[in-house]
Protein backbone atom coordinates (compact mmCIF):
# COMPACT_ATOMS: atom_id res chain seq x y z
CA UNK A 1 0.00 0.00 0.00
CA UNK A 2 1.33 3.30 -0.94
CA UNK A 3 0.81 6.09 2.06
CA UNK A 4 0.48 9.99 1.05
CA UNK A 5 2.65 12.30 2.71
CA UNK A 6 0.77 15.13 4.63
CA UNK A 7 3.81 16.89 5.13
CA UNK A 8 4.38 20.64 3.75
CA UNK A 9 7.83 20.87 1.79
CA UNK A 10 9.67 22.98 3.99
CA UNK A 11 10.42 26.91 2.38
CA UNK A 12 13.18 28.57 3.06
CA UNK A 13 12.40 32.17 4.81
CA UNK A 14 12.18 34.86 2.05
CA UNK A 15 15.67 36.76 1.93
CA UNK A 16 17.17 40.51 0.32
CA UNK A 17 18.58 39.55 -3.21
CA UNK A 18 20.21 40.95 -6.00
CA UNK A 19 19.46 39.11 -9.26
CA UNK A 20 21.99 38.78 -11.88
CA UNK A 21 21.40 36.79 -15.30
CA UNK A 22 23.60 34.82 -16.92
CA UNK A 23 25.80 34.42 -14.48
CA UNK A 24 28.16 31.95 -16.58
CA UNK A 25 28.36 31.04 -20.36
CA UNK A 26 29.04 35.02 -21.79
CA UNK A 27 31.59 35.60 -24.52
CA UNK A 28 33.10 38.67 -25.89
CA UNK A 29 36.07 38.74 -28.67
CA UNK A 30 39.10 41.08 -28.97
CA UNK A 31 37.58 42.67 -32.26
CA UNK A 32 34.92 44.06 -29.97
CA UNK A 33 32.68 41.40 -30.06
CA UNK A 34 29.58 42.09 -27.09
CA UNK A 35 27.84 40.08 -24.55
CA UNK A 36 25.27 41.51 -22.34
CA UNK A 37 23.46 40.16 -18.59
CA UNK A 38 20.64 42.08 -16.20
CA UNK A 39 20.51 42.81 -12.77
CA UNK A 40 17.26 43.51 -11.01
CA UNK A 41 15.88 43.33 -7.50
CA UNK A 42 14.01 40.50 -5.96
CA UNK A 43 11.86 43.31 -3.72
CA UNK A 44 10.88 46.64 -3.39
CA UNK A 45 13.46 48.54 -1.47
CA UNK A 46 13.01 51.28 0.80
CA UNK A 47 15.81 53.64 -0.72
CA UNK A 48 17.67 53.56 -3.76
CA UNK A 49 20.41 50.20 -4.21
CA UNK A 50 23.51 50.91 -5.89
CA UNK A 51 25.79 48.20 -7.08
CA UNK A 52 29.11 49.13 -7.97
CA UNK A 53 30.74 47.08 -11.52
CA UNK A 54 34.28 46.50 -12.53
CA UNK A 55 36.26 44.20 -15.21
CA UNK A 56 38.96 41.81 -13.40
CA UNK A 57 40.88 42.53 -16.43
CA UNK A 58 40.21 46.05 -18.48
CA UNK A 59 42.99 44.54 -20.90
CA UNK A 60 40.45 42.22 -21.88
CA UNK A 61 36.57 43.35 -21.46
CA UNK A 62 35.19 46.51 -20.41
CA UNK A 63 31.83 47.19 -18.39
CA UNK A 64 29.55 49.36 -19.84
CA UNK A 65 28.96 51.24 -16.67
CA UNK A 66 30.76 51.61 -13.06
CA UNK A 67 27.20 51.40 -11.34
CA UNK A 68 23.38 50.85 -11.57
CA UNK A 69 21.04 52.09 -9.22
CA UNK A 70 17.54 51.14 -8.17
CA UNK A 71 14.92 52.74 -6.54
CA UNK A 72 11.74 52.28 -5.38
CA UNK A 73 9.74 52.99 -8.73
CA UNK A 74 12.09 51.10 -11.35
CA UNK A 75 13.72 47.98 -8.73
CA UNK A 76 11.76 45.33 -10.96
CA UNK A 77 12.86 46.39 -14.13
CA UNK A 78 16.12 44.66 -15.22
CA UNK A 79 19.09 46.84 -16.35
CA UNK A 80 21.13 45.65 -18.26
CA UNK A 81 25.27 45.83 -18.80
CA UNK A 82 26.97 45.29 -21.66
CA UNK A 83 30.38 44.10 -21.72
CA UNK A 84 32.67 44.61 -24.71
CA UNK A 85 36.00 42.83 -25.50
CA UNK A 86 39.42 44.79 -25.87
CA UNK A 87 42.35 43.67 -28.06
CA UNK A 88 44.90 43.35 -26.16
CA UNK A 89 47.50 42.73 -28.99
CA UNK A 90 49.08 40.22 -27.66
CA UNK A 91 49.20 36.65 -28.86
CA UNK A 92 47.74 34.67 -26.44
CA UNK A 93 44.74 31.76 -26.29
CA UNK A 94 41.10 32.64 -25.17
CA UNK A 95 41.28 34.31 -21.62
CA UNK A 96 38.50 34.46 -18.88
CA UNK A 97 37.92 37.64 -17.45
CA UNK A 98 35.35 38.53 -14.91
CA UNK A 99 32.96 41.62 -14.11
CA UNK A 100 32.92 42.25 -10.20
CA UNK A 101 30.02 42.98 -8.25
CA UNK A 102 30.46 45.53 -5.15
CA UNK A 103 28.03 45.05 -1.96
CA UNK A 104 25.48 47.30 -2.36
CA UNK A 105 25.30 50.45 -0.66
CA UNK A 106 21.81 51.27 0.58
CA UNK A 107 19.76 52.84 2.94
CA UNK A 108 17.84 50.03 3.28
CA UNK A 109 19.31 47.42 5.29
CA UNK A 110 18.36 44.25 3.97
CA UNK A 111 20.12 45.38 0.43
CA UNK A 112 23.11 47.03 2.12
CA UNK A 113 26.13 44.69 2.17
CA UNK A 114 24.61 42.43 -0.06
CA UNK A 115 27.06 41.29 -2.79
CA UNK A 116 25.90 39.68 -5.77
CA UNK A 117 27.57 36.64 -7.42
CA UNK A 118 30.54 38.07 -10.22
CA UNK A 119 30.02 37.78 -13.81
CA UNK A 120 32.51 34.77 -15.56
CA UNK A 121 33.30 35.98 -19.50
CA UNK A 122 35.58 34.24 -22.20
CA UNK A 123 37.07 36.68 -24.42
CA UNK A 124 37.79 34.92 -27.83
CA UNK A 125 40.82 35.58 -29.81
CA UNK A 126 39.15 33.79 -33.00
CA UNK A 127 38.74 36.68 -35.78
CA UNK A 128 36.71 35.63 -38.36
CA UNK A 129 38.71 34.87 -41.72
CA UNK A 130 38.53 37.37 -44.57
CA UNK A 131 36.34 35.81 -47.35
CA UNK A 132 36.05 37.46 -51.39
CA UNK A 133 32.42 38.46 -50.54
CA UNK A 134 33.14 40.18 -47.62
CA UNK A 135 37.37 41.14 -47.35
CA UNK A 136 37.50 42.60 -43.88
CA UNK A 137 34.67 40.60 -41.95
CA UNK A 138 34.60 37.30 -43.42
CA UNK A 139 31.38 36.97 -44.32
Known amino acids: MISESTTTP ?19 TEW ?3 ATFTIVLDHKPEADVTVGLSSSNTNEGRVSQASVTFNQ ?3 KAPQVVTVTGVDD ?7 TYK ?3 D ?6 QSF ?5 I ?3 LVISITRPQASPSCPRRGW
Do not use: F, H
Open 103 to 108: PAVSGD
Open 32 to 34: GGQ
Open 99 to 101: IVT
Open 118 to 120: DIE
Open 89 to 95: TLPDSNQ
Open 73 to 75: DDW
Open 10 to 28: SVPPRQSGIILAPTTGLYT
Open 112 to 116: NGKNP
